[in-house]
């Protein structure tokens, strides 16, 4: 089984993570390894805690990276403090979450998450689970009105998710294909001019599927909370929910004083917990661009954990 995953942002995912070659740190989303490997590469007593969903990666992951360095556990990210102590390991010195789905997932057919090929339509990343054909034959129409237009920020959702009620009363929806002709049905005709009109009601139900948002939440702050002092949290997002949410939980870490302007003294007490290693999230160079396309929507932010709660 090949498990090819090129790893976006990697040099300055490396250099922000500021790694000590005695350090532990985590790969929360390992996938393919890439991230992985070279942190691997950079310790000498170290060690680097490889976890995912994916029974697929699980595999690969045990296959390239040496055991004397690395330990891979299988689960979900938001789940890494029960995770870590599984294995023995109570803080860390940095944690890696690189967010999305994975070249693999994207590239097995089988797996359902592409709408350009044609797949039963599935999309679980833990292979366990609902699917999406489960969500598409079964929720109501206002409920994937909120989950097109929530996790997608699709425009055209009332119109996709009213397709798809009409569409299976004829027949079930089972495969990609299958849906993304109904996408295209349910948008005008110049919006299929600007790029696939799948693409967000894929990305919705992807996210849905996996509760994305919710692990990513969860996750956030479990990485935290396991970062030693001086430990550092770099989080890699592709699309503007997931940034949001990154960027809005790191700004509350690095924020003081909360006390109302007027006040002629601090009575909170609330000092920063963190500080932005970069002001504002990296993303891929020109050279990066032209060699991986995927890497374009990439956006790396991090931060440093400067005191304990």
Known sequence: MEFSHIPVLLKETIEGLHIIPSGIYVDGTAGGGGHSKVIVEKLTTGKL???DQDPDAIKILQERLPKSKATVVQGNFKNMDKLLDSVGIEKVDGV??????????????????SFHKD???DMRMSQDGISAADMVNSLSYFELVNIIRNYGEEKYAGSIANAIVKNRENQKIETTFQLAEIIKTAVPQRVRREGHPARKTF?????????????????????????????RLAVITFHSLEDRMVKQRMAQWC????????FPICVCGKTPRAKLVNRKPLEASEQELEENSRSRSA????CEKIKNE
């Open 49 to 51: 805690i490889c976890i």
């Open 299 to 302: 956006k790396l932010r991090v």
């Open 119 to 121: 797949a039963p339509l």
């Open 255 to 262: 924020t003081g004083c909360t006390c109302p302007a007027d």
């Open 203 to 231: 990305q919705a139900l992807r996210i849905a599927v996996n509760g994305e948002l919710d692990s990513l939440s969860e996750g956030l702050d479990k990485a935290f909370n396991l970062l030693n002092v001086g430990g």
């Open 96 to 113: 890696l979450l690189d967010i999305g789905v994975s070249s693999h997932q994207l590239d097995e057919a089988d797996r359902g998450f």
